[in-house]
């Protein structure tokens, strides 16, 4: 028992075995199908050991190889159906634990990550376009969700995003400028649109310099019509709109609670308030009154 995986864990492998599902049962592997492509379960290989020939038959027509190799142990009656791991999704590509590689963006979730956006924002747009610091942070910063891009494991980049009743709103990107000559401004943009998309959006606004509104439009944004021009520290801006479609699985009332109690940006994985769904119900509190 020391070996099974409990509710919400992540297995290191799904064992099939005993299948039977006569008649209108049938219904049910689908169903079953579905669960397992969902986390903790998407992306783990399954395994099988058919006793008959008929059952080596089965397993090879539904695209399972025969021969499994575990660690340092291969085991040549098993069958093996290797499943590739589901992408994740661009808003959360980077981990702490994971290779450096490449350009990756996470949510900024603790105090370490908003002193790494801190840092790059006082970089681009303090120290280069001169702005004055009560105007950079604005106290809009404790109310906004940001997103953190790294070069090859490098704080790089960042973007805030706030959201209102019927819109979200992507301000503050800034890349520093030892790493404008990669993509990550269109990266951590993307991720942004993502995560908007994610959270049920459908129109994202900005205000854009006037001098970058060729970099907007690449993203599908365009000037909002009829709309003045303004300014504040020290350059010329636009509004800007884009309308986007929600994501298929965006989350909504609805969805499963503990997807919605999961940190901000991990929707795709479980986490730990569900992991704690296993030690059931004991209400610690009023049994102490």
Known sequence: MALLAVPGERPAGIYIWATFAPGRLAGGIALFMDQIAKAPY???????????????????????????????????????????????PLYDSYRREGPKNGITVTVARTIDDF????????????????????????????????????VNGEPAGCLRIRFFADFAKIERLAVRKEFRHTRLSFQIVRAGFELCKMKGYRRIYGHSQKRLVNFWSRFGFRVCEGRPEFSFSDFDYVEIVADVERH????????????????????????????SSSRGVSRPSVAAG
């Open 42 to 88: 998407d992306g783990v290989n399954m395994y099988t050991r058919p006793n008959t020939e008929v059952g080596h038959r089965f397993n090879e027509s539904l695209g399972l190889k025969k021969g499994a190799k575990i660690g340092p142990v291969f085991n040549d009656n098993l069958y093996v159906f290797t499943r590739a791991p589901k992408p994740v």
């Open 115 to 150: 002193l790494r956006v801190t840092s790059i924002r006082s970089a681009v747009y303090i120290a280069e376009q001169e702005c004055p610091y009560e105007e950079e942070f604005d106290g809009n910063n404790f109310s906004a969700t940001h997103l953190l891009g790294f």
């Open 248 to 275: 298929p699985n965006a989350v909504t009332i609805g969805a499963d609670p503990y997807v919605i109690i999961r940190p901000e940006g991990r929707w795709h994985e479980p986490g730990i308030l569900e992991g």
